[in-house]
Structure formats: structure tokens, C-alpha cells
């Protein structure tokens, strides 16, 4: 009597280790994709490397910037931030 089930042929260590291993290389891309998204949106530049001052440039000010998050917040550039304040990100709003 064959033991076999539905005639397929033994499931052997080669294509258990080759699934594993495929199935393993699958999951590392997808967290290192998610992981360097979260990294890119927790980013933010220091003081010292955007630049930021306390007073504003002529008419630019943070308060009038889009990256701006009142009270004293912003998208690239580490907290706090003056709405006075100014830096080289400045982005004016449209």
C-alpha cells in the first residue's frame, strides 16, 4: 500500500530550508523598508545645522514658514522653535 497522500512526492529538508530561508529574506525587506521609513520621519536637524536663529530673516520667520507647527514646533528642525525665529529650511507658505 502507498503511504503517500494525493501523490505528491515527500516534502524534503532542501525545499523546507529553501522555503524557510525565502520566507526569512521576505520579512527582513519588508522591516527594513518600515524601519527606514519611521527612521526618515523622526529625523529632524539640530539648531546648529539648520541654521536657526531666534530673530527673523527681513520678512522670513518660522511663523510664516509651512514646515511651522504652532506654538513651537516644526516638521525638520528640532523643538523649540520661535514663530520669530528663522533658518536656512525656510520654506514660505503659498
Known sequence: MNDR???QPPLSRRKLLKAGVGAAGV???LGAGVAAANAQVTKKASHKDAGYQES???AKR???CRQFRPPSS????ESPISENGW???YA???
Open 5 to 7: 497522500r494525493n501523490d
Open 62 to 64: 518660522c511663523g510664516t
Open 74 to 77: 516644526c516638521i525638520t528642525v
Open 27 to 29: 520579512a527582513a525587506m
Open 56 to 58: 527673523p530673516n527681513g
Open 87 to 89: 533658518c536656512r529650511l
Open 92 to 94: 514660505g507658505k503659498a
